[in-house]
């Protein structure tokens, strides 16, 4: 079985849609770790495209926000002003969906699913030294993660030292084929589709090769002057618009 594993989409509709294309023909399911929405222009168009594509989509703390199980008040005066824009957007139906998205660790075919850490939804997994308690509270030998927007992971070797996965840049394509081995444990990040923060602009996604036991993960460039100016005529904060082309 091959999937599609997206996370952090952040309501980039164009993102989402190239990330969707370039895949097409090379997956047979999709699962999405969580941030449909927040920060971009298109949250009801994100929700309804991931609702008709995913098998098995968990929540992020911004669809937890923006669907108000939680009140932002953690979140910096750019994230929350995203939040409270999108509250005002979302249709009552999308509204309820994301109201009840089940929070990670999910299991799918022996792999785990979280959004931040198999711990805590929330939790972010940013440093080697960070992965510790999460590779101690994970059930399966691979955990998908998202929330930091950082394409890559983590793998962790049978003597506990835990080392980063680098994914290097490439015009457009796979930047990464990583080989899951036995007796390892691996924490993979396939990056954020609509706003990655590790300096590369472009949307990011990996594919899981069940049989094969391999990652292969991407990063495609996609039309981001046309998600940008959606962005400006929405009133969003001009910051949330800029960083968009910086990676950051």
């Given at each position: 079985m091959r999937y599609l594993i997206l996370s952090d989409i952040h309501s980039n509709l164009e993102a989402f849609e190239k990330c969707v294309n370039t895949a097409r023909g090379h997956?047979?399911?999709?699962?999405?770790?969580?941030?449909?929405?927040?920060?971009?222009?298109?949250?009801?168009?994100?929700?309804?495209?991931?609702?008709?594509?995913?098998?098995?989509?968990?929540?992020?703390?911004?669809?937890?926000?923006?669907?108000?199980?939680?009140?932002?008040?953690?979140?910096?005066?750019?994230?929350?002003?995203?939040?409270?824009?999108?509250?005002?957007?979302?249709?009552?139906?999308?509204?309820?969906?994301?109201?009840?998205?089940?929070?990670?660790?999910?299991?799918?075919?022996g792999i785990e699913l979280v959004h931040g850490s198999p711990r805590d939804e929330d939790e972010y997994l940013v440093e080697s030294y960070d992965t510790a308690p999460a590779f101690e509270e994970a059930t399966s030998a691979v955990v998908f993660f998202g929330h930091t927007h950082l394409q890559g992971g983590f793998v962790s070797t049978p003597g506990g030292s835990s080392q980063p996965i680098h994914c290097y840049g490439v015009e457009n394509g796979c930047t990464l084929k990583l080989h899951i081995e036995q007796g390892l444990r691996y924490l993979v990040n396939p990056g954020s589709v609509g706003q990655p923060r590790d300096r590369d602009w472009r949307a990011a996604f990996a594919i899981f090769d069940s049989d094969q036991r391999l990652v292969e993960y991407y990063r495609v460039a996609y039309n981001l002057s046309a998600t940008q100016e959606k962005m400006r005529k929405a009133g969003l904060p001009e910051p949330l618009i800029t960083r968009l082309q910086f990676g950051r």
């Open positions: 997956y047979d399911e999709v699962l999405c770790l969580g941030d449909l929405v927040g920060y971009g222009p298109d949250p009801n168009a994100v929700i309804e495209a991931v609702r008709e594509l995913a098998s098995l989509t968990i929540r992020g703390n911004h669809d937890k926000a923006c669907a108000g199980l939680t009140d932002a008040e953690d979140f910096n005066p750019l994230a929350r002003a995203g939040t409270l824009w999108t509250r005002e957007q979302l249709t009552p139906a999308n509204l309820a969906w994301l109201q009840k998205l089940p929070s990670g660790p999910c299991e799918v075919s």
